[in-house]
């Protein structure tokens, strides 16, 4: 019998790609809800959280996440909004993987908007329009080690990374905001040394998670789920605002 895998992935990584690690249902980035239609539609072991909604809808709840854990779903998460999420619930049993997962899990107080970035919508393959500022970050401290900026100016156009709203998060726009008459020599080196090398840590940690969920995707539905979970008034509300709490009454 084939094991279903679901995989929530967006601007992160192209599905293309995404198949040639894995064989596994590919749905959009994950919003409120997605979680518990997924299960119902599709009745998956794994699910793996890579991208999610950020700004667009209400974000991926971590009670439906329990809930699919509930039912002995194995759910990972890395990368985005999965390494967000995982970070968050790995004390309850979703499985954190890679880089960035590691980094909010020891980064007190860090800011989700440090993996966000502005996608086109599903129709058109929800790719990336913005960099993400954890990829920005290891680039720029890469660029200043191989010696192509200072210490300085790597710092400069951290700060203004940052001040930045993550939907208006481009190298162009850091650029233009931080060039002056005495680091445009700098900026351009930079410039030309981004064409071909920056770092992509989402991507990485993506294309790691999904090779790790291939070699154990023939593992069945967790035989230790808890049956303890229970509903609460603000999941239903949840529910109800996703049209699914007639859906998981039925299931239940």
Known sequence: MRTEIVVFLGPTLSAAEARKQLD????PPAGQGDVVRAVLEHAPSVIAIIDGEFAQRPAVRHKEILW???KGIRVFGASSMGAVRAAELCDYGMAGHGFVFRWYRRTRLADDADVAVAMAPPELGSRALTDALIDIRLTLKQSERLGIITRELRALLEETARSLHFSERTYHNIFSRSENNKNTIEIDKLRNHLESSSVQQKKSD?????????RMASLPRDPNKDETFEMTEAFAFDLQDSDLLD????AD
Do not use: D, G, N, T
């Open 24 to 27: 596994a249902i590919y749905l």
């Open 206 to 214: 993506a294309i790691e998670l999904l090779k790790a969920v291939s």
């Open 247 to 250: 859906q998981i009454s039925r």
């Open 68 to 70: 699919a854990m509930a």
